[in-house]
């Protein structure tokens, strides 16, 4: 094989066939064949470190992995790819801060990136046990990802290579309106808070919902359960909490206001697991606190 292209394609067969060795090195020669090529070739170049950093992770290789994405990115800043699989390696080596700032620098380009949501999750979980309430003063810096960035990979990158991209699975929602869909789903939100402000629950529901196709935060779920509430739905709220207790975990608003409604469900015993939750978090949370003695009375 004599071209980077034929290199790189013979490399993803072997990746496919669980032979990462064998894809490393091909992916190698693409690269040494490329070296001299110049800035033409940046992403063709960072698809392949990206490639055989992917082989790496697969070995075990944690250290190489990282080099290996970085050096993908410093190509092509703010990649998906190789900050997935940097993140993941990080992960692996119990560098949760890093590759917490990886994974939410995956979501400021698509948000739609299941994989990031459930890599920061874990590492939310993570840090909270290692560092404490105080985690994330110890973080190193999110960097800022610019517009141009976040709406750029809609279109597949030259020589990006599909052999082993994260399956399908791992993307939700439109992976092509990150940018102006996050936009549009903060601007939802904040007409939400307005009318909440002026009691229209079930218009601020509707602009909640709509702003949730488009971004799935937590925030956002915590609002409609608080219009739910107002408006006795409480199958509702317990839903909407569930769903911002899995982005974060240790969301206080999500835990009592799902307490809240469970008590109205008379499930008493779980609405009392959630106080108690919550009370490991806040201790001196007076509405928990006010809430967990009614829930004794009943």
Same mark, same amino acid.
């Given at each position: 094989?004599?071209?980077?292209?034929?290199?790189?394609?013979?490399?993803?067969?072997?990746?496919?066939?669980?032979?990462?060795?064998?894809?490393?090195?091909?992916?190698?020669?693409?690269?040494?064949?490329?070296?001299?090529?110049?800035?033409?070739?940046?992403?063709?170049?960072?698809?392949?470190?990206?490639?055989?950093?992917?082989?790496?992770?697969?070995?075990?290789?944690?250290?190489?992995?990282?080099?290996?994405?970085?050096?993908?990115?410093?190509?092509?800043?703010?990649?998906?790819?190789?900050?997935?699989? =940097? @993140?993941?390696? #990080?992960? !692996? &080596?119990?560098? *949760?801060?890093?590759?917490?700032? %990886?994974?939410?620098?995956? +979501?400021?380009?698509?948000?739609?990136?299941?994989?990031?949501?459930?890599?920061?999750?874990?590492?939310?979980?993570?840090?909270?046990?290692?560092?404490?309430?105080?985690?994330?003063?110890?973080?190193?810096?999110?960097?800022?990802?610019?517009?141009?960035?976040?709406?750029?990979?809609?279109?597949?990158?030259?020589?990006?290579?599909?052999?082993?991209?994260?399956?399908?699975?791992?993307?939700?929602?439109?992976?092509?309106?990150?940018?102006?869909?996050?936009?549009?789903?903060?601007?939802?939100?904040?007409?939400?808070?307005?009318?909440?402000?002026?009691?229209?629950?079930?218009?601020?529901?509707?602009?909640?919902?709509?702003?949730?196709?488009?971004?799935?935060?937590?925030?956002?779920?915590?609002? =409609? @359960?608080?219009? #739910?509430? !107002? &408006?006795?739905? *409480?199958?509702?709220?317990?839903? %909407?909490?569930?769903?911002? +207790?899995?982005?974060?975990?240790?969301?206080?608003?999500?835990?009592?206001?799902?307490?809240?409604?469970?008590?109205?469900?008379?499930?008493?015993?779980?609405?009392?697991?959630?106080?108690?939750?919550?009370?490991?978090?806040?201790?001196?949370?007076?509405?928990?606190?006010?809430?967990?003695?009614?829930?004794?009375?009943?």
């Amino acid at each position: 094989i004599s071209s980077a292209e034929g290199l790189r394609l013979a490399g993803n067969e072997q990746f496919r066939c669980g032979q990462y060795g064998a894809a490393a090195t091909l992916y190698t020669r693409a690269l040494q064949l490329l070296e001299d090529a110049g800035e033409d070739v940046a992403a063709e170049r960072s698809a392949l470190l990206a490639n055989r950093a992917a082989c790496h992770l697969k070995d075990g290789a944690c250290s190489l992995c990282i080099a290996d994405c970085t050096g993908a990115l410093e190509l092509v800043p703010f990649a998906v790819k190789p900050l997935l699989r =940097r @993140a993941a390696a #990080y992960e !692996a &080596l119990e560098r *949760y801060g890093l590759a917490y700032v %990886d994974y939410k620098t995956v +979501l400021q380009v698509d948000c739609s990136v299941q994989a990031a949501h459930d890599g920061v999750n874990r590492m939310t979980k993570a840090l909270l046990e290692k560092d404490g309430m105080n985690w994330r003063q110890k973080l190193p810096p999110i960097p800022s990802v610019p517009i141009s960035a976040q709406t750029r990979w809609n279109a597949p990158s030259a020589g990006d290579s599909k052999a082993n991209a994260p399956p399908k699975t791992a993307l939700r929602g439109e992976p092509g309106q990150s940018a102006a869909g996050m936009e549009r789903a903060r601007t939802l939100k904040e007409e939400g808070n307005e009318l909440v402000k002026k009691g229209h629950h079930k218009k601020a529901v509707e602009k909640y919902s709509e702003s949730l196709k488009l971004n799935q935060e937590c925030a956002t779920y915590t609002n =409609r @359960a608080l219009c #739910y509430l !107002a &408006l006795k739905q *409480y199958k509702e709220v317990a839903q %909407d909490c569930t769903e911002a +207790l899995r982005l974060d975990p240790k969301n206080v608003k999500a835990l009592y206001r799902r307490a809240q409604a469970l008590k109205e469900l008379k499930d008493y015993k779980s609405s009392i697991a959630d106080i108690n939750s919550l009370l490991k978090i806040e201790p001196k949370n007076t509405a928990a606190l006010r809430l967990l003695q009614e829930l004794k009375r009943a």
